[in-house]
């Protein structure tokens, strides 16, 4: 009876002592024990430690779908404390050693979330942003230092905005010149062409920046050129984007000069591909005139205005271009071959139109083309070739002229004309043709000429005609 009532006292104490074992672990948890050299005592069932979490985001005016270079970055010091001092520290990119006074320094990208982990509860953070000089990013706000705690119920996070304004750029790379050319008449005393620049402004429309003027100097050979690089030199381009421009001739009143009325546009494009603080000028494009010269990093730009003197001619003035055809025949056999009545076109290879001539009994045929003053400028294209007749015994000439007349006016004011025969400025413009004869006198050849065949032709018609009669008058007296 005693030895049991023992059993039971033992086991009730024992039932006591794991009780209170029990309560005081569940109780407990984690007890975490700091020294100066951030000596951690794990416990088991400790709460757990919390982040530090970094967010970086740029903003900029550079359009959305513009990619920030893979180079930039942005450094932090991150101040912890002297308990982290020397402490390796987890991060989400690799472990990172705090400094004697429990600082470290970290990078992160624009876009991306930086964290430290395991950062105590009840720790102190100051997070301040490492300036740049001249790199065009500042802190919005200017918020460059800022200080937090970390709470029990979470992560400390720190939220960075970095607003980028790169500097402007002088386009000092960029030359605008140009030249003015004068036709149909040398340059006078007193000749003058004036030039405008223009510049797009934001509300889409052209404004004069710029003007310049040439003036005849018979002592100085680059008298017609204009330059407005200096102008150029002196604008400032603030933002990316496309900055446009034209250049057009100021009309005067020289008299019978016709002005040039093209519209020159050249467009600069600035750009920041590498997001260094400074735009940049990326590209410069041209058209009608202007042509671009890409050059030792900088651009050229260069314009040709041209301007024609065309005097003032009666309109029912009007001038005969003739283009004139020498025909030969070598007669290789007895018989004899005139060269008349062989025939030659004229035809017009822009309009296609056809002229046709026989050659009289020298061989010569003449095409007279009338002109007036509405062709003049104009360049008329024409080809002379023979027409192959079939004649027996003869080998035709195959060649073939190429002819051209331009159509202008002279200094006094007159219709005058240039001929070019196969390419050559003629003052006469004379085809030669050369056909070939072989023909013996047992063998009469045909000619050219065809009036005798006709006029036996209508020998023999008459001739039937009689005989007819005759036979058939007789009968009808009879009857």
């Known amino acids: 009876m005693i030895k049991n009532k023992l059993l039971r006292r033992i086991a009730l104490a024992l039932s006591l002592i794991i009780l209170l074992t029990s309560a005081v672990n569940t109780t407990l948890g984690f007890i975490v024990t700091k020294t100066d050299s951030l000596i951690n005592t794990f416990i088991p069932f400790e709460s757990i430690i919390n982040n530090l979490i970094i967010n970086k985001t740029v903003e900029h005016s550079l359009g959305d779908g513009y990619v920030i270079p893979e180079n930039i970055s942005f450094d932090f010091k991150v101040e912890l404390g002297s ?5 390796t520290i987890k991060t989400t990119k690799e472990d990172m050693v705090a400094d004697p006074n429990g600082s470290l320094v970290v990078s992160v990208k624009p876009g991306e979330t930086f964290a430290l982990k395991g950062i105590d509860t009840g720790t102190k953070v100051t997070v301040t942003e490492i300036q740049k000089t001249d790199s065009g990013f500042n802190v919005k706000d ?3 230092t800022v200080n937090g705690i970390v709470c029990e119920d979470g992560s400390l996070e720190f939220d960075y905005i970095n607003v980028y304004t790169p500097q402007s750029v002088k386009p000092t790379n960029i030359f605008v ?3 003015k050319i004068l036709e149909g008449r040398d340059w006078q005393e007193g000749d003058t062409f004036s030039f405008a620049l223009e510049q797009k402004n934001s509300d889409g429309v052209f404004e004069v920046i ?4 040439v003036e ?3 002592n100085n050979s680059t008298f017609n050129h204009f330059d407005f690089s200096d102008l150029i030199h002196s604008l400032s381009f603030k933002k990316v984007g496309v900055y446009s421009f034209r250049m057009t001739e100021v009309a005067g009143n020289l008299e019978n000069v016709h ?4 519209v020159n546009y050249f467009s600069v494009r600035v750009s920041d591909t590498d997001m260094d603080g400074k735009l940049e000028i990326g590209s410069v494009t041209a058209s009608q005139n202007a042509t671009v010269r890409e050059e030792n990093g900088g651009f050229s730009i260069f314009v040709t205005f041209n301007n024609t003197f065309v005097p003032v001619i009666p309109s029912e003035e009007e001038i005969e271009v003739k283009i004139e055809v020498d025909k030969e025949v070598k007669n290789t056999g007895d018989n004899t071959l005139s060269p008349k009545g062989f025939e030659f076109v004229l035809e017009n290879t822009q ?3 056809k002229l046709s001539l026989k050659t009289d009994e020298n061989g010569s045929a003449v095409f007279c083309l009338p002109f007036t003053c509405a062709d003049v400028g104009k360049v008329y294209s024409y080809r002379l070739f023979e027409i192959n007749g079939g004649l027996k015994d003869v ?3 195959q060649k073939e002229y190429s002819i051209t007349v331009t159509i202008d006016i002279s200094d006094e004011g007159n219709l005058v004309y240039a001929v070019a025969l196969d390419g050559n400025i003629t003052d006469n413009a004379t085809a030669k043709f050369i056909n070939t004869y072989n023909s013996d006198k047992t063998n009469p050849p045909p000619t050219g000429d065809n009036s005798n065949v006709w006029f036996w032709f209508v020998v023999m018609i008459i001739s039937l005609t009689v005989c007819i009669v005759l036979i058939f008058l007789p009968r009808k007296n009879k009857k």
């Open 259 to 262: 002005y040039d009325k093209s």
């Open 210 to 213: 710029d003007t310049k003027t």
């Open 351 to 353: 309009s296609f139109e």
């Open 216 to 218: 005849y100097n018979a």
């Open 83 to 87: 308990l982290y001092a020397n402490t």
């Open 395 to 397: 080998i035709y000439d």
């Open 177 to 179: 010149s140009g030249e």
């Open 142 to 144: 200017d918020a460059v």
